[in-house]
């Protein structure tokens, strides 16, 4: 069992990557939505620099896919809320398979969110429909942070899952040996 787990630690840096690539793009949308605002807040008083209509859902669009991507980053460094008050009072091995049980249910809620977002993106709403100020523009990226999120959580949840049953298997085969 241990070299099952040390063939998948070997995924560890493609997990590294994307996540460094995740964080990069959640410091642009921040860059992206603090200048889209702050030229909006700007041009209301200054009659020279242009207020935009179509900055406000812009800068909503912007935000939803910073939250998301940052939930998928957040899972990752297990940052994510839970409850873990009793965790002190409870053994070790029964938070370890309530965490990987609530692991799982993360791992459906990202699967369901990546299947549904994909039939959401791919729905006449989605493909026809067009942002009010900006007609040009498909209402697809307002839904594309659906699916977007569905993918990293799964990624992320994956690799947490595997993490927890390492914890919990290769634990087992230290203390077997030492007891021997």
């Known amino acids: 069992m241990p070299g099952f787990f040390k063939a998948l630690g070997k ?10 690539i995740i964080m990069c793009i959640c410091k642009l949308l921040l860059i992206g939505d603090i200048a889209i605002t702050t030229m909006a807040v700007t041009g209301r008083y200054v009659s020279f620099v242009p207020d935009p209509a179509w900055s406000e859902q812009i800068v909503l669009t912007l935000m939803v896919y910073m939250a998301v991507l940052s939930a998928t980053l957040a899972i990752r460094r297990r940052a994510h809320i839970r409850m873990t008050a009793f965790d002190s009072y409870l ?31 791919n729905s006449p ?27 990293g959580m799964v990624i992320f949840e994956l690799e947490q899952v595997f993490q927890r049953l390492e914890a919990f298997f290769v634990k087992d085969d230290r203390s077997a040996k030492e007891a021997a």
């Open 125 to 151: 709403l989605a493909r026809f429909g067009k942002y009010e100020s900006l007609p040009q523009l498909s209402r697809v990226w307002m839904y594309l942070p659906i699916p977007i999120a569905g993918a």
């Open 11 to 20: 995924l560890r840096p493609i997990y590294d990557w994307t996540d460094k």
């Open 91 to 121: 053994p070790p091995r029964l938070v370890n398979v309530l965490d990987l049980l609530s692991d799982a249910a993360v791992l459906g809620l990202g699967i369901v969110m990546l299947v549904y977002g994909i039939k959401v993106c």
